[in-house]
């Protein structure tokens, strides 16, 4: 093959590549999404964003991924959608009082707290007595952000809001509502579990 050959190949593969990527980036520019813009400028490193649900602009640079935008007022009622699911599908428990079957978020419940035979599962207002033992509870509850912090109680993670440590090697917990409990020196390795990360505080509850 000539020299004068090659370069016309190359000319017109070329030809083509161009005719491509243009045919890629009209579909792409003609693409609508509801509520949402696509867009791109002719820099390589800036965006702009479109914030009309109806417009979209056409990318300058096919060597640009495009960027998507989610319309703020309908970002805002899919996050409320979501709470709502998540409202509905919050954990509870099940339980016998006065000869009637109640039913009660476990975010709701603060503590748990032995009493004999039974336990006390304790709201911030009121209290329930249910024939069961603590260990089991602690078992049951475990999976759901409950951890024992004495033999007697039981604490749900997301109500403390302070810990205090004791001259005794102790601490205590004060959760929502101001009630105090009393963390043994037994149970002190679960108060690694009140907190994902802890900054600087790395031998608190060592």
């Not at 509520?35 to 800036?46: L, P």
């Not at 914030?51 to 602009?57: G, I, L, M, N, R």
């Not at 999976?143 to 403390?160: C, E, K, L, Q």
């Not at 004060?174 to 790395?202: C, F, I, M, P």
């Amino acid at each position: 093959m000539s020299v004068r050959e090659i370069q016309d190949e190359k000319a017109i593969a070329s030809e083509m590549f161009v005719q491509q990527g243009a045919h890629a980036n009209a579909n792409a520019s003609t693409s609508r999404l509801r509520g949402a813009t696509i867009c791109s400028t002719e820099s390589r490193r800036d965006y702009t964003l479109e914030s009309t649900a109806d417009e979209f602009c056409e990318a300058a640079d096919t060597s640009l991924l495009p960027v998507i935008q989610v319309d703020a007022a309908n970002l805002i009622r899919v996050l409320r959608q979501l709470e709502l699911i998540a409202k509905r599908q919050a954990p509870r428990i099940a339980f016998k009082e006065k000869g009637s079957i109640l039913l009660l978020e476990l975010a709701d419940i603060l503590a748990v707290q032995a009493e004999g035979n039974y336990v006390s599962l304790r709201p911030r207002t009121n209290s329930y007595l249910v024939h069961e033992s603590l260990s089991s509870m602690a078992e049951k509850l475990k999976p759901y952000g409950f951890i024992r912090i004495h033999r007697s109680v039981v604490v749900n993670i997301s109500a403390v809001e302070e810990i205090q440590p004791l001259p005794t090697g102790e601490y205590r917990l004060r959760v929502k509502g101001g009630k105090e409990y009393l963390v043994t020196r037994t149970y002190k390795h679960n108060l690694k579990d009140l907190a994902q990360l802890w900054v600087g505080s790395e031998r608190l509850c060592g």
